[in-house]
């Protein structure tokens, strides 16, 4: 049987191979990680709350009540945290409240790899998220 070329690995097939070696885990959240929440939520949102001309002060006052840990995972890949996500669920559904990346220091990240894993983040339910 005859070989033909070896085909060059694109950035986007070895950033793809990163990923999938790279192992994504949820832990439920402690109170504890609320300081880390609120910095991610902030980083996130604080430019569109300035433009938006939403009250800064309202917004760090109505997080502590948004923020529940019993509702929100911690997302772990490889061993280090890079963000959160806060799911409710009811009788037939998953519903994402909350999804934030601290990614700065993560460039292998693929939004569809924790997509695929959102069922198991929120205790294994199955149905639609």
């Given amino acids: 049987m005859r070989k033909g070329p070896q085909r060059q690995k694109r950035p986007a097939d070895l950033m793809s191979a990163a990923v999938k070696a790279a192992r994504i885990e949820f832990r439920a959240a402690l109170t504890e990680d609320f300081d880390y929440?609120?910095?991610?939520?902030?980083?996130?949102?604080?430019?569109?709350?300035?433009?938006?001309?939403?009250?800064?002060?309202?917004?760090?006052?109505?997080?502590?009540?948004?923020?529940?840990?019993?509702?929100?995972?911690i997302i772990i890949l490889s061993g280090v945290e890079i963000g959160w996500l806060q799911t409710t669920t009811t009788e037939d559904a998953l519903f994402l409240g909350q999804l934030f990346l601290d990614l700065d220091d993560q460039p292998q990240y693929s939004g569809s790899r924790y997509k695929c894993h959102s069922g198991r983040a929120a205790g294994g339910r199955g149905g639609p998220a």
């Fill in 37 to 73: 929440c609120a910095a991610l939520y902030f980083a996130a949102m604080g430019e569109i709350i300035r433009q938006l001309n939403l009250d800064m002060n309202a917004q760090v006052s109505n997080l502590p009540q948004q923020w529940k840990p019993e509702q929100v995972r």
